[in-house]
């Protein structure tokens, strides 16, 4: 079984940042993707960035230039650093994994950034 642990979050105002982390624990293998999504208020769930390599990062259009993704490969962590926050960032944060086994979703945390 994989377990995933994220933290950070919360209320911040326009232009504020955030730190997101997660941490993956267990059975991983051979971890393929790892990263965020989000899901705001009557809207689906959207990829926010992740890694699909060891190195490479895929950053939705909406979050490119503010937002920024790093790992620790000895912790299997991810952060999400998240600079210069808009309202319509608001949202719950999901961390996502994928293996070769399947994926798994985090609990979410939430996002709100007040204008």
């Known amino acids: 079984q994989v377990q995933l642990v994220e933290s950070g979050g919360g209320l911040v105002q326009a232009g504020g940042s955030l730190r997101l982390s997660c941490s993956a624990s267990?059975?991983?293998?051979?971890?393929?993707?790892m990263g965020w999504y989000r899901q705001a208020p009557g809207k689906q769930r959207e990829l926010v960035a992740h890694?699909?390599?060891?190195?490479?990062?895929d950053y939705a259009d909406s979050v490119k230039g503010r937002f920024t993704m790093s790992r620790d490969n000895a912790q299997n962590t991810v952060h999400l650093q998240m600079n210069d926050l808009k309202p319509e960032d608001t949202g719950v944060y999901y961390c996502?994994?994928?293996?070769?086994?399947?994926?798994?979703w985090g609990q979410g945390t939430q996002v709100t950034v007040s204008s």
């Open positions: 890694f699909t390599s060891a190195i490479h990062r």
């Open positions: 267990g059975r991983l293998f051979s971890i393929s993707t």
């Open positions: 996502h994994l994928r293996n070769p086994y399947g994926e798994k």
